[in-house]
């Protein structure tokens, strides 16, 4: 059902009856979620209709698929802003199909790091590729200039937010 | 910690190592995914420091804000896209502070619908123009212009989203 989908994410709708100049950060800024959201609503429904997973999985195999010397769930739980109890649950929910091991450190043999089997990295190849390639589905209709402008501006918002936070915790 | 904050969900790090033309549109959704992270992130944070409250809750009271009459929990459940379970946990967190109230509909006795008690639309007013006031500082560093180019290419951005929905549903 598309059109509910769209219509449930479309939380520009809220401030329909607002003057035009009125909440114009509000604006813009239900949009950028309301863009991130339909996005992420298809990646969430992709991954589960096609691969039979979740985006918090795909998220962590994304986190092991690059650090081929695996992360401490503590590290993992850090990155992905996640609590330790979710992370331990996450873990095994890759752990039991063998998509993931823990593996102890060179030297420190008290820390249990998580890496990917070679079967997990084959399967997370293919989630991958897919995931890639569903991106660029979905931004197909973005003019080549458009996307450059947009790839420009969002590092300025992105600078932009991250002043703010300094300014807010100094 | 906001060094931590913007290092975790910085997800741009990922592909560093990309030649530059590579992978563009993954790219660009990495960015605006980032922009949309770094301030959910900090709004659960206010939400959470300022008002005991979580997003999900503010989220659901901002729903029942605009309806003067009321939604059922089916309602809710379809337009905030979770599932009925968490609605129902969730309207409880809200009914036993007296934030929301039930009510019968007026013609069909059994439908049940929520609605924002006096003190929760007071309550709701309060943190609702915080969060309008949380939005303007984040993105008080970008400048108008930018701000107006942004607002109208996320606007193609969603058009072409939703094009790319429909054309895969058809």
Redesign the interface.
Known sequence: M?D??????DLET?LAGAPAGD???????L??????N?????IRRRLRDRFSTTLPRFDLM?QLD?EPDGLTLGEIS????VSNGNVTALAASLLAPGLVERRAHATDRRAQFLCLTPHGRLVFGQQSAAH?KW?????????PR??A???R??????????????D??A
């Not at 909440?23 to 813009?28: E, G, N, S, V």
């Not at 949009?31 to 991130?36: G, K, V």
């Not at 850090?78 to 802003?81: E, I, L, Q």
């Not at 501006?153 to 300094?166: D, H, P, S, T």
């Open positions: 598309p509910d989908r769209s219509a449930a994410v809220s909440k114009a950060d509000l604006r813009l800024w949009r950028l979620l309301s863009c991130a339909l996005i992420e609503a298809e994304a690059r850090r990155r992905m802003m890639e991106i660029a589905e979905l931004f197909a209709g973005v003019s458009d996307h402008d947009l790839y501006l969002l590092a300025a918002v992105k600078a932009a937010i991250r002043q703010a936070l300094q807010e915790s």
